[in-house]
């Protein structure tokens, strides 16, 4: 008898494991794939430089933010990133594309001046060629980080889904 309620007391926690992964993957999920647009997560102090960052197809103003994208359907990936409450001068932004396997698969630099007499507020796009290239040769499907800098610091990190 004892060896079967120890054994029924391991399939008890054994499901209970699962369920807990399977609701914090679902949960991972939703935040994901949501709206497929990202404000910087950490709390910015008033007047501090702040990001919103969305993903999309197409480069044009206002284009559809998507948070997964299929490889066979994808010419190129944007990152639109509407920075806020920056001083005026220049600056330089860079983004990085990491594997699913935590790889660097790409980094870009740019750099951008805040005119005088303005918001602060400067729009960037940087786009990441999928047709023709690894990406779509290798199928390097799964979630992808992207992580942005301003200045050289780190100021957040989004995920992007790559299907097939």
């Not at 918001?119 to 990406?135: R, Y």
Request: with cysteine.
């Amino acid at each position: 008898m004892k060896s079967k309620l120890h054994s029924d007391g391991n399939s008890l926690r054994k499901i209970s494991r699962r369920l807990a992964a399977a609701t914090l993957f679902a949960g991972c999920a939703m935040l994901a794939f949501g709206c497929g647009q990202y404000q910087a997560g950490t709390p910015t102090v008033p007047g501090s430089p702040a990001a919103a960052v969305s993903f999309c197809q197409n480069s044009q103003a206002g284009c559809a933010p998507n948070g997964s994208f299929q490889v066979s359907g994808t010419r190129t990936m944007n990152v639109v990133i509407e920075w806020q409450n920056l001083t005026v001068g220049a600056h330089s932004q860079k983004v990085t594309f990491v594997l699913p396997s935590g790889d660097e698969y790409q980094a870009f630099e740019q750099s951008f001046e805040v005119p005088d007499g303005t918001s602060g507020s400067v729009t960037t796009t940087q786009s990441l060629q999928v047709a023709g290239t690894w990406i779509a040769q290798r199928q390097l499907t799964g979630m992808w980080q992207v992580n942005f800098f301003l200045d050289g610091a780190p100021m957040g990190t989004q995920s992007v889904q790559l299907t097939q």
